[in-house]
């Protein structure tokens, strides 16, 4: 990589993934915090405190908002693209989160929990127009160079997680104190993102394909790739640009009605929903509160917290070197299995550890055992094999429904666990554990491996 491009696709990713992955995990070590601000207000408000049901229920709202607006982000990423170009689309976003980070700054000191909440909303706004949404600034043509592009992103989400968990030590964010300035520190990185991103050329696949600049697409190539040949590249683009003009997309519609890809479509609806009913988002959403029952002293829980994070980015670093090796059915399928194990193994811990005290530190290892599953298979391979799955005309419709269930379960899952974990206690996790499995079972009966394989090759083995 030459250092324009390089730099790019970190800035890129620093302000998108890694700020996702970041606003996965602010929420957890704040949590009593955040509740005991909520309940102080409702009591001055309204003389009386809040009752622990409403109570759950107003911040599982602050947790999950995160998803619908990354669900809204996401449908409008591609009308953003299209008129403003990638670097104009991930400066609007960068606006967005500070205003953001204003919101949930200023929202003790106006003593408005709503600010938070819609804060929240505001970044998941941003998360879903930018997350995988316009961070690639040159063509890939082959899965090979997808899979790579799709390593970038997972490893910066890790990133994002680890940090969060860092700073929300009680050495330095973790106090009561500083829980504002906490969910505020997103405004870092899109602050530098707007400073940076004007120093590099727009995207040159955006500028021939979309605004036919012939000269400027050049122009950005040779500034991108740091050498004076790069006509295969512009002959590349407008080869898919030729080949797009003279093709119709399908719409979500057409797409649900086609029969002949019946099967895919239905495959990428179950790994994008089993992705994230898998449990992972209950992970990181509510680690601590995840620890704090499996009996972790509370003195030691931001610790153990942070180490499932590092563990989380060394996972994610295999799964990036790994997936072009091994092949996408048997991450995803290992995955799916060790998360579905390790889901059960927490029930299990959970129902014997009165009478076994070390039981604690199985449930640590089980918690260790689903993010490191996660991270290695079912994070990255469905987004890669929606691309594989789909021709061209095809994909956008494709990812639209991916995305739209994804921040759908996303949403789902963050809302629902402190409810489903108040009602069924220890057996809550075998609802992941059953998803887990079943989705496991089903990528091995349905779904072939699509490493190196042509779109016709894959269609003619579901046909």
Not at 226 to 233: A, K, S, Y
Not at 266 to 285: E, K, T
């Given at each position: 990589l030459t250092f324009p491009l390089l730099s790019v696709t970190l800035l890129v990713s620093f302000g998108s993934s890694m700020l996702y992955g970041y606003n996965l995990a602010v929420v957890n070590s704040p949590a009593e915090h955040i509740k005991a601000f909520y309940n102080a207000t409702w009591s001055q408000r309204f003389g009386h405190g809040l009752a622990p049901g409403p109570l759950t229920l107003l911040y599982a709202l602050t947790v999950s908002i995160f998803a619908l607006g990354g669900l809204g982000g996401s449908l409008l990423v591609g009308l953003l693209v299209e008129r403003y170009g990638r670097n104009g689309a991930l400066s609007r976003s960068a606006l967005l989160v500070l205003l953001a980070g204003g919101f949930m700054g200023f929202s003790r000191e106006l003593g408005s929990p709503e600010m938070v909440i819609i804060g929240r909303s505001i970044t998941g706004l941003h998360s879903g127009g930018c997350f995988l949404g316009c961070a690639q600034p040159l063509p890939h043509g082959t899965a090979r160079a997808t899979s790579k592009a799709m390593g970038s992103p997972l490893i910066f989400i890790c990133l994002g997680v680890f940090s969060a968990q860092v700073l929300g030590l009680p050495e330095l964010l973790?106090?009561?104190?500083?829980?504002?300035?906490f969910l505020s520190m997103v405004v870092v990185p899109a602050s530098l993102q707007l400073l940076l991103l004007h120093c590099f050329p727009e995207s040159p696949r955006y500028l021939l394909i979309e605004r036919n600049d012939v000269c400027g697409a050049t122009k950005a190539l040779h500034r991108?790739?740091?050498?004076?040949?790069?006509?295969?590249?512009i002959e590349?683009?407008?080869?898919?640009?030729?080949?797009?003009?003279?093709?119709?997309?399908?719409?979500?519609?057409?797409l649900l009605r086609e029969r002949s890809v019946r099967w895919q479509t239905?495959?990428?609806?179950?790994?994008?929903?089993?992705?994230?009913?898998?449990?992972?988002?209950?992970?990181?959403?509510y680690t601590n509160t995840i620890f704090?029952?499996?009996?972790?002293?509370?003195?030691?829980?931001?610790?153990?917290?942070?180490?499932?994070?590092?563990?989380?980015?060394?996972?994610?670093?295999?799964?990036c070197f790994t997936i072009e090796r091994v092949g996408r059915r048997p991450l995803i399928i290992t995955g799916f299995c060790a998360m579905g194990v390790c889901s059960a193994g927490i029930t299990i811990s959970l129902l014997l550890q009165a009478a076994l005290p070390w039981m604690r530190y199985v449930s640590v290892a089980c918690v260790v055992g689903i993010i490191a599953g996660f991270c290695m298979g079912p994070a990255g391979v469905p987004f890669l094999m929606t691309a594989e799955l789909f021709m061209q005309s095809h994909r956008p419709a494709a990812y639209i429904v991916g995305g739209s269930l994804n921040w759908l379960c996303n949403f789902t899952v963050g809302f629902i666990f402190p409810f489903l974990q108040m009602s069924a206690g220890a057996f809550c996790y075998l609802v992941f554990c059953g998803v887990c499995l079943l989705v496991a079972l089903y990528v091995y009966l349905i779904i072939p491996e699509t490493k190196n394989k042509t779109f016709m090759e894959i269609s003619h083995i579901f046909a």
């Open positions: 973790g106090k009561d104190r500083f829980w504002p300035l991108f790739l740091g050498t004076p040949e790069v006509q295969d590249v590349e683009m407008k080869e898919e640009q030729r080949s797009l003009s003279s093709m119709e997309m399908v719409s979500v519609w057409q239905l495959s990428v609806v179950v790994l994008n929903a089993g992705m994230q009913l898998s449990g992972i988002d209950a992970i990181w959403f704090e029952n499996a009996g972790i002293p509370v003195s030691q829980i931001p610790y153990t917290t942070m180490g499932t994070g590092a563990i989380e980015v060394v996972a994610g670093l295999i799964g």
